[in-house]
């Protein structure tokens, strides 16, 4: 990333955008400790801002709240959207950002003479199912759940490595 960037020329890379956890063609998981942090320090050296896209991959999905918590990375914008509504609803996606990236869009809303929205923004039943999931989530002590089993699942998928047809198995298990 550092070398596309310096290829590219900073000022034209407005971001980088990822999932924590890739999971579209298969789920990749970066190296456990090294990939994510460096990310990270690449994308404030070249003032690029990092996204972390937490569509899939959020809401304890890996065993934390979302995907950048297995390596304690701070994004600077956050998205999410399925996990939220626990896909019992259509999903209600969401963004969120540091809060110096927030005035620029907050000014210009409050200026704004018309207002702006679309006709299935903030639905109440999709909203009331977020924040009923957040709830359960919380209560039930689903991140240390899925620690839990996902511990589990990589415990019991390891031994197939010696299999000549498996290459390597990786998970994200906090």
Same mark, same amino acid.
């Given at each position: 990333?550092?070398?596309?960037?310096?290829?590219?020329?900073?000022?034209?890379?407005?971001?980088?955008?990822?999932?924590?956890?890739?999971?579209?063609?298969?789920?990749?998981?970066?190296?456990?400790?090294?990939?994510?942090?460096?990310?990270?320090?690449?994308?404030?050296?070249?003032?690029?801002?990092?996204?972390?896209?937490?569509?899939?991959?959020?809401?304890?999905?890996?065993?934390?709240?979302?995907?950048?918590?297995?390596?304690?990375?701070?994004?600077?914008?956050? !998205? +999410?959207?399925?996990?939220?509504?626990?896909?019992?609803?259509?999903?209600?996606? &969401?963004? $969120?950002? #540091?809060?110096?990236? /927030?005035?620029?869009?907050?000014?210009?809303?409050?200026?704004?003479?018309?207002?702006?929205?679309?006709?299935?923004?903030?639905?109440?039943?999709?909203?009331?199912?977020?924040?009923? !999931? +957040?709830?359960?989530?919380?209560?039930?002590?689903?991140?240390?759940?899925?620690? &839990?089993? $996902?511990? #589990?699942?990589?415990? /019991?998928?390891?031994?197939?490595?010696?299999?000549?047809?498996?290459?390597?198995?990786?998970?994200?298990?906090?």
């Amino acid at each position: 990333m550092d070398a596309l960037i310096r290829r590219e020329g900073a000022d034209t890379v407005a971001m980088v955008i990822g999932e924590p956890v890739q999971a579209a063609g298969g789920i990749v998981v970066p190296p456990p400790t090294s990939y994510r942090p460096r990310l990270r320090e690449i994308c404030r050296a070249h003032d690029v801002l990092l996204v972390a896209d937490e569509v899939i991959c959020g809401f304890e999905r890996t065993g934390r709240w979302f995907g950048v918590d297995n390596w304690a990375v701070v994004p600077d914008m956050l !998205t +999410i959207g399925k996990g939220l509504t626990s896909g019992y609803m259509p999903p209600v996606g &969401r963004r $969120g950002e #540091r809060r110096d990236l /927030r005035r620029p869009h907050d000014a210009a809303r409050r200026s704004s003479r018309s207002g702006r929205g679309f006709t299935y923004n903030a639905h109440p039943g999709c909203c009331a199912a977020a924040l009923q !999931t +957040i709830e359960i989530l919380d209560k039930e002590n689903l991140v240390e759940h899925a620690q &839990r089993m $996902g511990r #589990r699942l990589l415990d /019991r998928l390891r031994p197939l490595e010696s299999s000549p047809i498996v290459g390597e198995v990786r998970g994200s298990a906090s």
